[in-house]
Every structure is written in C-alpha cells, then in structure tokens.
C-alpha cells in the first residue's frame, strides 16, 4: 500500500508550542506519532513523506527511521537538518517529485503551490508546510499529520476525506 504524510516534527519541541499538539512533551509526543505511523503502515508498504521529518544527530534520525514500519521516501522540508538528510533509511530523497498512480498524476512536494504541472489537466498536488492551517483548494489536499489525525493517509482516504476549512 502507499501513504502519505509529513511534518512529524519528531524530537522538535517547538511543535508542541506553535502547532498545539495535544501532548505533555516530546517523548509522549514521538511515541504517539510512531505508534499512529505503525498502526497504519505495514513493513512492506511505501511511505512518501513531505517534509520536516526530524531533528536530532544523524544517529538518531536514523534509530527513528528503524522503528518506522514501510520503505520511506524523504521530500525535503524547510525544517529538515543535513541529519535528517544524511541519515540511513530513505530509499529516496528529493525536493519535488511527480508520481502517476492509477492514470492519476500526483504533483508532490512540501510546499503547497498555488498553480502546478497539468493542474489544467486535472492533476492533483500533495503537500505539508502549512499544518492544516490553509483554505483548501480544487485538487489540493496537505498530508501533513496535523491535517490528517496524527498519521499517514493513503492516497485513497486523503482524497476522500471532507475538506476542513482552515484553522483559525
């Protein structure tokens, strides 16, 4: 199966503050997000994640990756150290990426775009960076777990989900 998710923040105290997530602290928080990711994703899944995946020494970023089920896919988010990058464990790291999944072409990235490729054609973008926080627009949906319950989505649920208004 193939998911999506982004902005974990792991072992990123600031998150906590600025997107008030319902946890006491980071470890509750880190055990929370692990536990929902796993919940979901199974060990030979795929997981694309947008962005702003961790902070930590490359040591860690990579204990992390281990406990996460799936073969991941990193796009790089504005938050994301060259730890992160460095780190074993992605089977992948870019920027942007465009995947057609079932005739249907995903134009995927950690910034939400105001216009993207084939966005005429009825392509849909896929991003994080913006935490649930932005109006929704046609065939733009935010994988970002504070969008979408604390955990990954498959393609399936993201676009079948009802569109939440931004948050205030």
């Not at 992948?92 to 999944?101: K, N, R």
Request: contains cysteine; negative net charge; glycine residues 6%.
């Amino acid at each position: 199966m193939l998911w999506f998710t982004s902005d974990n923040h792991f072992a990123d105290p600031r998150v906590l503050r600025i997107d008030r997530r319902p946890f006491a602290n980071m470890p509750e928080h880190d055990a929370a997000l692990i536990a929902n990711w796993n919940a979901v994703v199974a060990p030979d899944d795929e997981v694309w994640h947008l962005g702003d995946f961790a902070r930590g020494t490359t040591e860690e970023v990579e204990a992390l990756l281990a406990q996460l089920n799936g073969t991941k896919h990193l796009i790089i988010g504005n938050n994301d150290p060259q730890t992160t990058l460095d780190a074993k464990g992605w089977a992948s790291i870019q920027h942007y990426v465009e995947l057609t999944i079932d005739g249907q072409l995903f134009v995927i990235c950690h910034y939400p775009f105001r216009t993207w490729n084939k966005m005429g054609k009825k392509s849909i973008n896929l991003h994080g960076h913006s935490h649930g926080k932005l109006t929704p627009i046609p065939r733009q949906f935010d994988v970002g777990v504070d969008a979408q319950d604390l955990r990954p989505q498959s393609i399936e649920d993201v676009i079948a989900r009802p569109r939440r208004k931004a948050k205030t």
